[in-house]
């Protein structure tokens, strides 16, 4: 019915290798007495270690005839919702700083939220009170899949 992955942007991290590298240089040639070329060595291992887990992770989203599943891999972490359970779910815009102190998975004033990328997510809350958010490329499409009423599933049709 829906699903999508998302990945960190390029610019994120970029961003942050580089702060990791010059962080690691500075530390490096302030703190140790080693020559400037093993700080920097060691500032491009670091930084490239940094992109590399970063490029690792991803949010994947899927909407099935019973629940979305989010998962925030390769860390596991995530939950499932069932359909049945919703109350509501709303396309919004937030602030990843200053609503939730960045991406990834947060706790916000609110609730959970998962998110990789961009200012889009949807808003889910549960019927039992409980909000998470997550981030989407296509919230406005993510609403729509759980809306649409559940069609039987086609693996558990009876095949003659």
Do not use: C, K
């Not at 007495?33 to 989203?61: K, N």
């Not at 989010?70 to 937030?94: E, S």
């Not at 102190?101 to 808003?123: D, I, K, P, S, T």
């Amino acid at each position: 019915m829906f699903e999508e992955t998302q990945r960190f942007s390029a610019v994120l991290i970029g961003s942050l290798a580089a702060f990791t590298g010059g962080v690691s240089l500075t530390v490096n040639l302030v703190a140790s007495p080693q020559p400037w070329w093993e700080a920097a060595g060691v500032a491009v291992l670091l930084s490239l270690a940094v992109s590399g887990l970063l490029a690792l992770f991803r949010l994947r989203t899927v909407v099935d005839h019973t629940a979305i599943d989010i998962r925030f891999q390769p860390l596991g972490l995530g939950r499932r919702i069932a359909r049945d359970q919703i109350a509501t779910a709303a396309p919004i815009t937030y602030r990843a700083l200053a609503d939730f102190g960045g991406w990834g998975v947060r706790l916000g004033r609110e609730g959970w939220m998962y998110n990789m990328r961009g200012n889009r997510a949807v808003r889910i809350e549960s019927r039992d009170g409980t909000v998470t958010f997550i981030g989407s490329g296509q919230p406005e499409a993510l609403v729509v899949a759980l809306r649409a009423e559940p069609s039987s599933d086609p693996r558990s049709s009876d095949q003659r």
